[in-house]
């Protein structure tokens, strides 16, 4: 019996692999370090549970729209305009099981079999493996440390073509940390200004974790608000990872395609999560500028800790909760037993000899890097960052 080809298209994600490996050392007993994983290690905030108490009180149990909730719709046009000062109404707004539905809702609406889609490196694992799953062609853009990991206008221009249907970006950028300012945006804008017909996703998840600005939305140029996917949900912000609320605000037509690829595949999200999201997108924000705050420490002692590690070429991440160094340096060396070639052995080197999970840059689109989670506690960050560099010292 024979699976589908589709299976052969596309990868499961790194991430997951390696936290998944990182808790089979756990369960033998060894005191593994994990800073592989993407997610605040935070508690969601009260008034967010309260909620969510209340609606599994009120008997909040029955299939919801596919779109969500109208009040839930609401909400969330209520934060874009709060936050963002964008106008959408909530027949613009789909939420989700998450902002990885939405993005598979997204690409699997507007891309066709052998359309390109444009994506800066480094990217969330995720982007690439959805575009396969649509029969799309992914058209990677190197982006440097140097440029501080963003694609210029040049760039853009140039990875352009009458097949491009599609440009896929996120500020903060998970893995680099990367930030794009309004003027840069806008300098963007100007080329899309050019290829009318050209959607834009702009993966916004990471927007409260922002080190050095205020979040600035592509979404914001009244000329191509038209043709953006924002993509935003509750899992980093508010630190509601399990919850699974995603959503988008585009405009209707897509909306409405969206939401007819999602009626035939979850149908909508849980009842009760999206009564806990109203909470979460019109309450106060105090609890989530507290976390990042929290971050804004972890970075600032971690940016220390790596100083001391030779060979690290690091861009210092402005938004979202990773490190993301080039560590070619360690290519060709070797402990006498393992020998390093690239970003996975240098992640499994690591994992292995120092219990510290981390994740390889090719995942990423980025082979020279391998990105490092601060999304844990100040005492393990210390604890992994010794054992790191007592580990590295080992490599000649
Ligand atoms: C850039 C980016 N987009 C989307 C997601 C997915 O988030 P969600 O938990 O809402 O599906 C993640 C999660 O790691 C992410 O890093």
Sequence with gaps: MQLSSLLQRFNEPETLKMAKLGRELRAKGVDVIDLSLGEPDFDTPAHVKEAAVKAIADNWSHYTPVAGFLDLREAACAKLKRDNNLDYK?????????????????????????????????????????????????????????????????????????????????????????????????????????????????DEIYEYINFVSEHESIAQFPEL????????????????????????????????????????????????????????????????????????????RVLELVKDIPGFKLFQPEGAFYIFPDISYYFGKSDGTTTITNSADFSMYLLNTAHVSSVMGDAFGEPKCVRFSFANSLPNIEKAWARIKEALAKLK
């Design 90 to 202: 909530p027949e613009q707004i789909i939420t989700s099981t998450g902002a990885k539905q939405s993005l598979a809702n997204a690409i699997l609406a507007v891309v066709d079999d052998g359309e390109e889609v444009v994506i800066p490196t480094p990217y969330w694992v995720t982007y690439s493996e959805l575009v396969k799953i649509a029969r799309g062609k992914v058209v990677e853009v190197k982006t440097s440390l140097e440029s501080g990991f963003k694609i210029t206008p040049a760039q853009l221009e140039a990875a352009i073509t009458p097949k491009t249907k599609l440009f896929l970006f996120s500020s903060p950028c998970n893995p680099s940390g990367a930030v794009y300012s309004k003027a840069e945006l806008e300098a963007l804008a100007a080329v899309f200004a050019k290829h009318p017909n050209i959607y834009i996703i702009s």
């Design 225 to 300: 608000k038209d043709r953006i996917i924002l993509i935003n949900g509750l899992s980093k912000g508010f630190a509601m990872t399990g919850w699974r609320l995603g959503y988008t605000a585009s405009n209707v037509e897509v909306a409405k395609a969206m939401e007819k690829i999602q009626g035939q595949m979850t149908s909508a999200t849980c009842s009760i999560t999206q009564k806990a999201a109203v909470a979460a997108l019109t309450g106060d924000l105090k609890p989530s500028k507290e976390m990042t705050e929290e971050f804004t420490r972890r970075r600032a």
